[in-house]
Structures are given as C-alpha cells and as structure tokens.
Antibody, heavy 121, light 111 residues
C-alpha cells in the first residue's frame, strides 16, 4: 500500500518561499507509469493542480503558477518537493501530494493527508 | 470560475439515486480526455472514486458509477447512504490551457 506524507513549515511569511516535501513509502518513486503531483485546496474552495514530476526529473506545471513553482525529486530518499516563491495570502491553502497516472488526464490514486500552510506575517 | 462546471449542491433521501453533472467543453471533456471523480469527506484528502470515465477502484461500492457523453460527464450514486454525504469533484485535462482541471465541487447532502 503506497502512502504519502507531506512535511514542511506550518507558517510562511509573505514574499518568502513555501517549501514542502512529500515522502513516499510502500512503493518506489522511481520507474513505473506515475507522476508525482502537488495539488492545493484553498480554504472552503475547490482543488487546484500545481504540477507534477516524473522520477527522471521531467516536470509539468500549471501555467498560472509556473513562474513561481519548482518541483524536484530525490529518488535516493523516495521524496519529491515543492517550492513556491514570492507567496502572498492568496497562497494560503491545504497542500496535498499525490501519485498520478502518467498521461494528460491521469487520475490520482494515492494522496497524502494534506498540510495547511497559512501565509501570514 | 472552474473550467469544469458542477452544481454547488445536490441532495437526496437515503435509498434514493442522485446524479452529479460535470460540464466541460470541446477543449477538455469533448476532446476525449478521460474524466475522473473524487469523494472528499470533511477534513480528509480526496479519494479516487471513479477513473477513466466509468471504472471503480477496488473497494468502491458498485452503487457509484460514472458516464461520459460529448462535453459532459456524470456521477451517479444509487441506494444513497448517510456516509455518502461529502464533496464530489470531477477532473480532466484542458488542452487549450495545458492544465489538469477540476470541477468546482458538489456538496451532497443526505436528507
């Protein structure tokens, strides 16, 4: 059973960089037909795809966030990470990591529990 | 304003059947991209409910079914139960925006 767990600081100040790591257990992040995704959910709102990465390092980002997003992978630690720069209050959200099937409209079958990241001074 | 449009809320009595629509366009659902559905219980992460339009992952009851036609998709729930009360989201891909898209979500209330 694949499990994902997000970790990172609980609070980020405006203009700083939000950094989160997702640790994958119960399966390897390398190989296979999966992308490793970041998805966020603003308070009481819907879901927004941020981007995903393949184990080789190939990345795909939401164009609306692309200028501020970097997703990286560390296969030796079975982890992947999210950096979102120049954050504002509008970036306050629950951030989820997930495993997504490769392909344009791949579904996400395993999700982390999510971590709330407030952006506030 | 979501690219995929869902009704904000639906409701039904226990045992009844409800459907949730997901309306897109020719650049997403109508462009033959698969539609998936997720269930989100309060305070939890989304759970995959239906994948590739009409397939259920192992463990999902057959009370849940999906369909797709043209630029729309639907999730049907039969034999409604109290534990089905949750938010439901559809997901697809939009080729014009080059982005994976979600519907705005539908809150299902079991009366």
């Amino acid at each position: 059973q694949v499990q994902l767990q997000e970790s990172g600081p609980g609070l980020v100040k405006p203009s700083q960089t939000l950094s989160l790591t997702c640790t994958v257990s119960g399966g390897s992040i390398s190989g296979g037909d999966y992308y490793w995704s970041w998805i966020r959910q603003h308070p009481a709102k819907g879901l927004e795809w941020i981007g995903y990465i393949y184990y080789s390092g190939t990345t795909y980002y939401n164009p609306s966030l692309k200028s501020r997003v970097t997703i990286s992978v560390d296969t030796s630690k079975n982890q992947f990470s999210l950096n979102l720069s120049s954050v504002t209050a509008a970036d306050t959200a629950v951030y989820y990591c997930a495993r997504s099937l490769r392909g344009y409209s791949g579904y996400s079958d395993y999700w982390g529990q999510g971590t709330l990241v407030p952006v506030s001074s | 304003q979501s690219v995929l449009t869902q009704p904000p809320s639906v409701s039904g009595a226990p045992g009844q059947r409800v459907t949730i629509s997901c309306t897109g366009s020719s650049s997403n659902i109508g462009a033959y991209y698969d539609v998936h559905w997720y269930q989100q219980l309060p305070g939890t992460a989304p759970k995959l409910l239906i994948y590739n339009n009409n397939n259920r992952p192992s463990g999902v009851p057959d009370r849940f079914s999906g369909s797709k036609s043209g630029t729309s998709a639907s999730l049907a729930i039969t034999g409604l139960q109290a534990e089905d009360e949750a938010y439901y989201y559809c997901q697809s891909y939009d080729t014009s925006l080059s982005v994976l898209v979600f519907g705005g979500g539908t809150k299902l209330t079991v009366l």
